[in-house]
């Protein structure tokens, strides 16, 4: 799940409580207490078995399958990736500063798709740098 599809659904959730909230306080000043201890201790219910069935689901379902990388010395992330270096014998300096772009952590940026070849850089973000090949000096 991405993490704007996560953002949506936290809000709907927020949004959800809050109609209840506010209909739990509706009863309360329109009936009496002991309806509207009624009406709480069902909706706390369904909320209850509710919020279980989407632990239960969480658990089941497991966590994310971690990006798979294919060829040799090759690199994959989900988010992004400041510097990526593969080879031998290669001097690398500072790095380079951020590149402003895709906020991968907003969910904006595409899944990753597993690198195919040799010394192969791929990301669901943006790659700042990439030094591939053997006696490179950055």
Request: a neutral charge.
């Amino acid at each position: 799940m991405s993490s704007t599809t996560a953002r949506a659904w936290t809000i709907l959730a927020g949004g959800v409580c809050a109609v209840v909230a506010v209909t739990l306080v509706t009863v309360v000043t329109m009936t009496d207490l002991d309806t509207a201890d009624r009406t709480a201790s069902v909706v706390g219910a369904a909320l209850s078995a509710f919020g279980l069935l989407t632990a239960v689901y969480g658990l089941v379902r497991g966590p994310a399958a971690a990006p798979e990388r294919s060829g040799a010395r090759s690199v994959t992330a989900a988010g992004s990736i400041g510097r990526a270096v593969t080879g031998d014998r290669n001097r690398v300096g500072t790095p380079p500063p951020p590149v402003p772009g895709t906020d991968s952590v907003a969910g904006t940026a595409p899944a990753p798709r597993p690198p195919v070849g040799e010394r192969a850089v791929d990301a669901g973000g943006d790659v700042a740098e990439a030094i591939t090949g053997d006696g490179n000096r950055a």
